[in-house]
């Protein structure tokens, strides 16, 4: 068993990890260990935040909230929920498609940058985030950003440490920005398009002053997945609409009778949107007990549906789109085909492609996150060593690289 | 006022000057160099023009290439380089040294690709904010970040400031709203960060150099979000008997789950300052003016309005005028985005840029005004509300060295009050030179060393923008 340090407090977190770096014993950064099937390299422990747990403090009227790392994302969600707020950008949870157990904190949400439909339009986890605490490499307690939304005060480190996936930090604090729930939402649902016609469609909605705030398109051999199959029969490509009951009826008629001439139109009321916006922001129909490989593919929203038909000429594939088609969740038969679906990425206009869930010997032999040019590599690098001058965090973002 | 300090001069690179101007010559097409010094006269200062400098030459190259070969030229032989796009910073930004080259992105104007299937722009850095949104405009769309230099400033100054606007309430400033960058680094190495897709892998490269002023890079290109534009837009004037009252209307807006695109504030100096300028019809009889801007179908505004408008009540709202004419509503923003020139007509002034915590609005109003009567000086307050974002405008004699003074203690007194609330020193203008020296009020050590070690990862000889940002004392050898 990998030895597992759970510091209680960031003080503790400051002295085990000021510690470690004397004897240069490394680590593996971990929150509730929901999102990685990633194990751990050899001789590394496991630097767990779930120690620092609870929320600190709850501003509903700045629509600002700062919690330890630790928190789980339900505490979290749940205190939201009561003043009628809520994460913009959706966090994910990929225990379904995982198979993993234990329980998603909100540190892990930001230091893997999660983010669901509504990423589309109101931007990533990444921009939720105003303020963090964390310890680097050297033990060294250290702020960056703040609780305000406006904030250009040096050099935006808030930035770098999302999505960093514990290559640079223990992230001990996190400080984000809010949202009201709004008040009703309904989803526009055109059947039976292809997944080219889908992202035309879907290209259309966007044009359109409706904000349309998710956009996916579920092929035939995922739409009966959804919602108990209550969607009707052929593709479905979903358009939610969020707000003011009032705006959001008048926004709906535009939006149906913008959409008639791509397909048969039909409406999802509030409580079947919830359920069917959770189910695609969770890949639910890949929560499959297999261990068939998973892909997270984010490219041009309209160059989705072409890398997919590409793959398709040469290997067997499962996909469905969101984020208008720009976030591809694709399922591979068998083999991951890491280096076709990278080079289909580069053709299509560029992306980045990162594997989730494969046999584990496959994931250990593949190269799961997005290869770097050289020049990036080295930069890279420089900025990990920035933060962690010995080598201290490993992360699988980084190739386990020191 | 010449109290803020610059790094000496390199003493190595000043007495190459003859010879680093001949080797720019021929690196650069013809036209591309400014040399001669009453030339370089128009680079010495920005907007924040209480301090100048002039430049030893100023490069103005036309492709990324000549970008990279300037900057490959001059980290080979130890020269400085201050990046310069419309040269609009309040902060001083891009105000030169004796000792470094200016590389001005002006000539690079093009707009490379527009793409509305995936609603993205592609232009070079020395394209125009507002130039982006002209060009897509017929078709719908717009590019959301909208700083009142908006004219003049550059796409390029804006990543580098990671500039915000009047209308980030709703959609976010520069950082929210950039998807990719072309960039030069300081060893002229050309990357591409980012580009049409919403994430890129790795590392968050792309979100650091936003907002990195000029310090870890040249950002050639870059490629943005267009957004599909509202159906219509109204701006709506609430006017009130106190800062207090309004201060806390937006707060309670806020917290109602509201979230119009704008909420602009102004006090009566402001006020008066503003509509003797731009005529824009602002009530005078009141203490404090709030410009709300709803958008959407006319049945949206109508619903938004009406919950505003009752909490505006609530708060002694003495004035509500809506605009009715796209005229209307148009010199309702003229004259709030003409503020700091209209200001400027009548004194010389400096603007804080701090954001603090809504909850804390009126009492960092009245915090403001009692620092600034204690130097016996005057104060406009023109501000976005909306988030927090607080622009006080000092009034002062420029003239007067002893007012001069007094108004710069003033401003970083006022900016220290907003740390102290739970704030940041700046919401959208950047540290520049002006907020350096207070760095330290915001950061502990260890914050700010770990900034500046990233900053070396980009830049490990501090060439570029090099007096900027970070204390001159304390610095990594």
Known sequence: MTPIHEPLSEDAASRLVQVASLSKSPFVIRGGGTRSLHGTPDGADVLSARGLNGIVAYNPAEMTMTARAGTPLEVVEAALAEKRQMLAFEPNDLRGVLGSSGIPTIGGVFATNASGPRRLTAGAARDSLLGVRFVNGKGEIVKAGGRVMKNVTGLDLVKLLAGSHGSLALLTEVTFRLLPVPETSATIVVSDLNDAEAAAAMATAMSLPVEVSGAAHLPESVRGRFIGGALPPGAATVLRLEGLSASVTVRSEKLVSAMGRFGAVSRLEAEGTKRLWREIRDAAPYADGTPRPLWRVSVAPIAGQQLVAALRLETGVDAFYDWQGGLVWLRMESDPEAALLRRYVKAVGGGHATLLRARPEVLAATQAFQPQTEAILALQSRVKASFDPSGLFKSPMLGWEG | ?477
């Open chain 2, 1 to 477: 006022m010449d109290q803020i300090g610059f790094l000496e001069p390199r003493t190595s690179v000043l007495s190459r000057r003859r010879e680093i101007v001949a080797d720019l010559v021929d690196l650069l097409p013809e036209g591309c160099l400014v040399h001669e010094p009453r030339e370089l006269v128009p680079f010495e200062t920005d907007a924040f023009v209480s301090y100048r400098r002039l430049p030893l030459a100023v490069a103005l190259p036309e492709t990324t290439q000549q970008v990279a070969a300037v900057l490959k030229y001059c980290h080979r032989y130890g020269v400085p380089v201050v990046p310069r796009g419309a040269g609009t910073s309040l902060s001083g930004g891009a105000i030169p040294q004796e000792d470094a080259v200016v590389v001005g992105l002006s000539k690079m104007s093009r707009i490379l690709d527009v793409d509305f299937a995936n609603r993205t722009a592609t232009v070079q850095a020395g394209v125009t904010n507002l130039a982006i949104s002209e060009a897509v405009s017929a078709d719908g769309y717009f590019y959301a970040p909208d700083p009142s230099s908006q004219l003049a400033c550059t796409i390029g100054g804006n990543i580098g400031m990671n500039s915000g606007g009047a209308h980030c309430l709703k959609y976010g400033v520069t950082t929210n709203n950039l998807l990719g960058v072309k960039l030069v680094l300081v060893d002229g190495t050309i990357l591409d960060l980012g580009g049409k897709a919403l994430d890129a892998g790795g590392l968050d490269l792309l979100g650091v150099i936003c907002g990195g002023e000029g310090q870890l890079g040249i950002v050639t290109e870059a490629t943005v979000r267009l957004i599909a534009r509202p159906e219509g837009a109204r701006p709506v004037l609430f006017g009130f008997d106190s800062s207090e009252e309004a201060g806390a209307c937006v707060a309670d807006v806020i917290a109602a789950g509201i979230i119009p695109v704008a909420i602009e504030f102004m006090d009566k100096p402001a006020i008066e300052i503003c509509e003797a300028f731009a005529h824009a019809g602002y009530p005078m009889d009141v203490e404090a003016l709030l410009i709300v801007e709803v958008e959407g179908s006319e049945a949206e505004m109508e619903a938004m309005l009406a919950s505003i408008i009752a909490i505006a009540g609530r708060h002694g709202v003495k004035v509500v005028k809506e605009s009715q004419s796209a005229t209307e509503a148009a010199l309702i923003w003229k004259g709030r985005k003409s503020a700091f020139g209209a200001t400027g007509r009548i004194a010389d002034y400096i603007c804080m840029d701090g954001t603090v915590p809504l909850g804390q609005l009126p009492a960092v109003l009245r915090g403001t005004a009692e620092i600034v009567e204690k130097y016996g000086l005057r104060v406009a307050n023109v501000f976005h509300a909306g988030d927090g974002n607080m622009h006080p405008l000092i009034l002062f004699n420029a003239n007067d060295p002893e007012d001069a003074a007094k108004a710069e203690a003033a401003g970083n007194e006022i900016l220290k009050l907003c740390v102290d609330v739970g704030g940041c020193l700046t919401g959208e203008h950047g540290v520049g030179i002006e907020k350096r020296d207070l760095m330290r009020h915001q950061y502990s050590d260890a914050d700010l060393a770990q900034q500046m070690a990233v900053r070396a990862a980009f830049d490990a000889q501090w060439l570029l923008n090099p007096s900027k940002v970070f204390p001159l004392e304390g610095r990594p050898a």
